[in-house]
């Protein structure tokens, strides 16, 4: 088991709180009290590593879709970060299961059990994420804007597709 030093806690939980302020996944860290000795050591640090990672690349998805979004609807003059966005959408997405290994299921994530006890639906619904996402990438090389737009929403409502069913 990693035993973490105060400092080091302290530290990771005001950058943690810089890096989602006006998310608000974890906006409240700054504003607990310090923790107590007896909480200085995570029962399961390794764990909760994966939950942080799952749910950043989670956020960092997120992002590129505000941006595609912005770029692709609303005329953002970034159209030469198009490609950038696909590609990098693409290979975050492709293999989601991948985030979520059996015995991950953790307080502070919003992972369904369901994740592992219906294997085959979630990683179907991966699947369709990351081919959908790999059709984005494409469309973005094209450069057509009406290609690009029904690949963008395409990718949009499968992310809904799984979390209606496998997020908290
Ligand atoms: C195959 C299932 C699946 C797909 C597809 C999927 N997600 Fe998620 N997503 C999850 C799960 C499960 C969580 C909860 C993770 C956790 O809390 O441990 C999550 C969490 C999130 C979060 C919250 C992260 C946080 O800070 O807690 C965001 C934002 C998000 N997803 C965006 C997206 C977007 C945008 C897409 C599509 C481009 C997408 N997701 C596709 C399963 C999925």
Redesign the pocket.
Known sequence: MRVRTPASILAAALFVGVL?AG?G??GSLNADPAPTTAEWVSPDPDTEA??DH???V??A??G??AATAAILLDGAPFEENLQMHGST?SAL?AD??A??PEG?A?E?????AE?WSDADT??S??D???E??AALAAATEGGDPSAMIQAFSA??S??????ED???
């Open positions: 989602t998310i996944a974890a994966l939950v799952r749910q950043g989670m956020r998805v997120s590129h879709m959408l997405l989601i299961p985030l979520f991950s953790h502070e994530s919003d992972a369904r994740i979630f990683r619904k991966a369709d994420t990351a959908a996402a990718l949009g499968s992310c809904g597709a799984c979390h496998f997020r908290n």
